[in-house]
């Protein structure tokens, strides 16, 4: 994955973030809500990222980091095309974040050439020091429900894959020290062949490469504030087709 590039693509010169009427196209609807508590652990898939959030979170946590998550998703995926691969929507997701509000980005990368692509992502974030323990077991528990649930994985599938590349993300948000922390890691992969149901095929016998980028911010919580009004209205005139609730 390419280094994050610190600038402000997502902010003119008038200090506003782009309206999403000049990049969303399709139909509009209702927007769908990913968390229905104000309380207690919750996961969401906001467009290719698994969202969880542990149980410190306030309701108004939730909504700006699903915010963030989504707004970034609508960005990188008008800023970038089918037949490309995701290194340019990671370049653009993460550079959105940060124009959002997410400071303190940084980024790390692996490669690895073995096991099954879920069991890869798991196993990665069994073993990470990035995440505490509650985390991993909300973050691994949120994967094996939509890995063995069909309409789970297929929604995942519409925004984690192009052909036979893809970019799957998990992120985690918490409270620290009394401020909102992110955890993300984007795990970008290709193989020789298209696969359908990537998350569960047996993929020993084709030729497969996966990266891990890792991204750790803290909220910015002056602009999260000045721009949540914004973000709101103009997340609120877009599709809901980005969001898919899940019960955990």
Not at 81 to 91: A, H, Q, S
Not at 93 to 121: A, H, Q, R
Not at 161 to 180: H, I, M
Request: proline letters at 2%; aromatic letters at 8%.
């Amino acid at each position: 994955m390419p280094d994050i590039h610190i600038t402000d693509p997502g902010i003119d010169n008038a200090g506003c973030i782009p309206s999403l009427n000049d990049v969303v196209t399709g139909r509009k609807g209702f927007r769908i809500k990913p968390f229905g508590r104000s309380s207690g652990p919750e996961a969401a898939i906001i467009g290719g990222t698994l969202l969880s959030v542990l149980d410190n979170l306030t309701e108004q946590n939730r909504r700006d980091v699903a915010n963030s998550l989504e707004y970034a998703t609508h960005i990188a995926l008008q800023k970038t095309t089918e037949d490309e691969g995701f290194e340019r929507f990671w370049d653009e997701y993460t550079n959105c974040l940060f124009s959002i509000g997410w400071s303190d980005l940084s980024l790390e990368d692996t490669t690895s050439d073995i096991g099954t692509f879920c069991d890869f992502v798991i196993d990665n974030i069994r073993n990470d020091p990035l995440y505490t323990q509650e985390e991993k077991d909300l973050v691994i528990h949120g994967l094996d429900i939509i890995r063995n649930q069909s309409g789970h994985r297929e929604f995942f599938r519409r925004f984690t894959v192009r052909k036979s590349r893809g970019l799957l993300g998990v992120s985690t948000a918490s409270v620290e020290d009394g401020l909102l922390k992110l955890r993300y890691s984007g795990f970008m992969f290709s193989c020789n062949v298209e696969v359908e149901d990537y998350l569960n095929t047996n993929i020993a016998h084709i030729e497969f490469v996966a990266r891990k980028g890792i991204v750790e911010a803290r909220a910015d919580q002056g602009t999260i504030d000045r721009l949540r009004a914004q973000i709101e209205e103009e997340l609120e005139q877009a599709s809901g087709d980005y969001i898919d609730r899940i019960d955990i």
